[in-house]
């Protein structure tokens, strides 16, 4: 007889501060400092784990603040079996939900921090005299600067969050190794191998990621959508509809990526893009999940 699983999310709060004793318990008191800052979520997916009878697998996500994301991601992802285990000991057996992954990511509400770097670019007159302020940091630049940073939130956003449907999509067809099973053209493939070698290369780089998907460029993302249009098929009206956001939207990375001015009509173009893209994939997940 299967288990009557609950399917219930323990409290995430105390789920991290249990773990953050754990972790120091079990001699890693390095890694249970550097999450104690950090944020937690636990996310069921709609796959099965394979593991436990009807147990559904679970990603455990923590959301370090950006300073310690920056410099000690790296720390955290090499002990990463070892935090999964520890994860799986705290998690309530009557859940049944099974955690096979986990995830790091910087926190959002660092947001704040650039808000406040913006406002204090209101003090700009107490260091510079209205003269030199005239000539080298005029008032326009200050308003492009805060349209740009609105652009690239957007950017950000949806790019990474192309970057992680595919992901999941790639997985569900073709298993967790899935990548090489991808048709992938030779400049993508020519690309992927500079990158990798270049973070080989040079160890201040920072890893991009898990899967070789997070050394692709966002236009890269629209290539591989339509080189694999049988897995992404029934997520979308049509090829050209998302292929043709995604490349709108990667011209107007680019621009941004060159500290270049995006005008409002290209704001637009974003903002829209962006809420189509999100709504399309979230309705159609929906759909299949049920």
């Not at 705290?90 to 509400?109: F, H, R």
Request: charged residues 30%.
């Amino acid at each position: 007889m299967a288990p009557d699983w609950t399917y219930k999310i323990p409290n995430e709060d105390m789920y991290l501060k249990a773990l953050l004793i754990l972790l120091k318990r079990k001699g890693l008191e390095d890694i249970s400092n550097l999450l104690k800052d950090s944020t937690c979520k636990i996310i069921q997916s709609s796959n099965f784990s394979r593991v436990r009878w009807n147990a559904y697998a679970t990603t455990v996500y923590f959301y370090l603040p950006l300073d310690k994301w920056d410099l000690r991601h790296n720390d955290i992802m090499f002990h990463k079996d070892e935090i999964i285990s520890i994860c799986n000991e705290l998690m309530p057996k009557e859940a049944g939900l099974d955690v096979l992954n986990i995830e790091i990511s910087p926190s959002l509400e660092d947001i704040k921090i650039q808000e406040s770097l913006l406002d204090s670019l209101s003090k700009v007159d107490d260091i510079l005299s209205s003269d030199i302020k005239a000539q080298i940091l005029p008032e326009d630049i200050i308003e492009k600067g805060k349209q740009m940073s609105e652009a690239y939130i957007y950017l950000y956003v949806v790019e990474n969050t192309i970057r992680l449907f595919i992901d999941s999509v790639a997985k569900n067809y073709y298993g967790n190794v899935y990548f090489n099973k991808l048709k992938l053209n030779r400049e993508i493939k020519s690309n992927l191998g500079i990158r990798k070698e270049d973070e080989r290369k040079n160890q201040w780089l920072r890893v991009r990621g898990d899967s070789d998907i997070f050394y692709l460029d966002f236009d890269d993302l629209g290539s591989i959508i339509r080189n694999n249009w049988q897995i992404f098929q029934d997520f979308f009206p049509s090829q050209e509809w998302i292929v043709t956001k995604i490349d709108e939207l990667s011209k107007c990375r680019n621009l941004v990526a060159h500290n270049s001015i995006i005008d409002k009509d290209e704001r637009d173009l974003v903002r829209v893009n962006f809420t189509q893209i999100l709504k399309q994939i979230g309705t159609t997940l929906n759909k299949n999940k049920k």
